[in-house]
């Protein structure tokens, strides 16, 4: 049987998982669709999640019938989006405690969302979680989205941690798929949902909240 290392990094996911913007990108997708006289279908929403947006709007774009070009929707929902999010996403509770005790840890911390790089930024900035992280990557800086590894195994070489030594925490489906095709430990953290997702790759772990995913981690330490 293979041993793991011990732990050397810890990478997190962003959109619910730290912060609380998934309301309000459903908020923001309803008012988009509805200047197409579309109303939203949950099964799509839930096909759409944790996905790059231009992935995500490509699914909206083929369920919905959208008119217009990829690139045309995109930039129409991701104002939307951004302007959902300024002056209103909160942190996850527990958020900011976890980060503060990973980084007493010694350990590095990256971040790796499938958001783009200008809806990150207003994340961040707005909970006051900007700063936080050793390393940041975002969907729009790597050649595929999840369920592809790809934004996790650049968090692992950004910070210089072997990918089989990193812990990921993830709220998605697909996020979990992609840190476990990346040879790496995946926290699913249900945070106040009525029950966890059905997951194509069984995380490590499933856990209701932060509290509860960095009490895990101090497990694996101590």
Not at 46 to 56: I, N, Q, S, V
Not at 71 to 78: E, F, N
Not at 113 to 119: A, E, F, I, L, P
Not at 141 to 156: C, H, I, N, S, T
């Amino acid at each position: 049987m293979t041993t793991r290392p011990p732990m050397g990094a810890v990478i997190f996911d962003l959109d619910g998982l730290l912060v609380d913007s998934e309301p309000l990108a459903a908020m923001a997708m309803q008012g988009f669709l509805a200047g197409f006289g579309v109303a939203v279908d949950p099964a799509v929403q839930a096909r759409m999640l944790g996905r790059r947006l231009p992935e995500a709007i490509r699914i909206a774009q083929a369920s919905y019938g959208l008119p217009g070009t990829l690139d045309d929707l995109t930039d129409g929902y991701s104002e939307a989006r951004m302007a959902a999010l300024r002056g209103a996403v909160r942190p996850m509770p527990g958020a900011r405690a976890i980060l503060d005790w990973v980084r007493s840890t010694g350990l590095p911390i990256a971040l790796a969302t499938s958001g783009m790089r200008t809806h990150a930024d207003i994340s961040l900035t707005e909970t006051g979680l900007a700063n936080a992280f050793d390393f940041e990557v975002t969907g729009d800086q790597v050649e595929r989205g999840k369920p592809a590894p790809d934004l996790f195994l650049a968090a692992a070489k950004g910070l210089g941690v072997e990918p089989n030594a990193s812990v990921v925490l993830e709220d998605s489906p697909l996020g979990v798929e992609a840190a476990i095709t990346a040879g790496m430990r995946a926290i699913a953290v249900q945070n106040g949902r009525e029950r966890m997702p059905d997951f194509t790759a069984e995380p490590t772990i499933s856990v209701s909240s932060l509290f509860d995913a960095q009490n895990w981690l101090k497990a694996q330490l101590y």
